[in-house]
């Protein structure tokens, strides 16, 4: 599996991580079977959140990792905190402290690798964030930090108080849900691509060395787009020939065009079917052409000025 290296970190992550929301989704008894599977393929970096499964996902992953006996330095941890659910965002110092403890009792771990700031907290307090990393980071409790869905500029507010590096942004980003390209290609038009709603994150993110972690990197905002050819018929005629080309399946494809991108971004899977993780653990393997890359791009809706 090729690897990459996290942000400013001496860190190396495979470029396809496996992120574990729906791991209650598989029967109990498969689940070690199944990270099992993963980490042969080289894909040994697993995301998690302290919501996801309202914690029983971190409990199942750590249950299975202590079962089929896996040395903790050969996988990568990475968990997320902040989201209150259904109701709030919480970045305080004591959120994110209990947090971060609940995560490592579920885990069965005395560390994470990685921590996130899972969503932009509209009361964030970057004092509390920073006195929380520091405690964090001081007891040898996380040993990398990052955000995910943050803006530039709230990262630079973090930035005002926290003094490790944030080597990384986990963001939504696939071959239509793409704002991050079409905010740079159609500069100064009035078309919608325009818009940026994202504060030039990508640019950001590659002029400070901060890693791009893709999440649902097959789906749209409306749903998946693989297969979906009622809703994206043009970008599967695509898919399908240049699947056919190099003898890959059509997620192979989407998760290279990813790839492909000179931000070096990592790709955040979320699959619990063992075939399919096959097919998209050779998607590093696949390097499109700019032809190939452009033309998913346009075939997916975009347009170039």
């Known amino acids: 599996m090729k690897t990459i290296k ?11 991580g496996l992120g574990c929301m729906r791991l209650t989704e598989l029967e109990r008894w498969d689940i070690p079977q199944y990270i099992w599977h993963c980490i042969s393929l080289g894909v040994n970096f697993f995301d998690h959140a302290d919501i996801y499964g309202g914690g029983e996902c971190e409990k199942l992953f750590g249950e299975s990792l202590k079962e089929i006996g896996i040395p903790r330095d050969q996988v990568i941890l990475q968990s997320k905190c902040g989201i209150v659910p259904g109701w709030m965002y919480d970045s305080s110092y004591e959120h994110i402290i209990n947090s971060v403890d609940g995560s490592l009792r579920r885990l069965g771990t005395d560390y994470l690798d990685i921590l996130l700031v899972h969503r932009p907290d509209a009361l964030v307090e970057p004092e509390e964030v920073a006195r929380a990393f520091d405690e964090l980071e001081s007891k040898g409790k996380v040993r990398c930090f990052g955000v995910s869905n943050h803006k530039p500029s709230q990262i630079e507010l973090l930035k005002t108080c926290v003094k490790q590096e944030l080597h ?26 325009a818009i940026d ?25 409306r749903g998946a787009f693989v297969d979906n050819n009622d809703g994206y018929p043009d970008l599967n005629w695509a898919l ?13 494809v989407a998760a290279a065009w990813i790839l492909r991108h000179p931000a070096k971004m990592q790709t955040i899977v979320g699959t619990m079917n063992y075939y399919r993780m ?28």
């Open 197 to 221: 709603r994202g504060g030039d994150v990508l640019n950001y993110c590659r002029l400070n060395n901060i890693t791009i972690q893709a999440w649902s990197p097959f789906q749209s905002g």
């Open 6 to 16: 996290f942000g400013k970190s001496d860190l190396d992550v495979p470029v396809i």
């Open 168 to 193: 990384t942004n986990q963001i939504q980003f696939s071959i239509p849900f793409s704002n991050i390209i079409s905010t740079g290609m159609e500069a100064n038009m009035n078309s919608d691509g």
């Open 240 to 252: 399908g020939e240049i699947s056919a080309k190099y003898n890959v399946t059509k997620s192979t």
């Open 278 to 305: 096959l097919e998209i653990s050779r998607a590093p393997e696949l390097e499109l052409t700019r032809e190939e890359w452009y033309r998913l791009y346009l075939s997916s809706g975009h347009i170039l000025p």
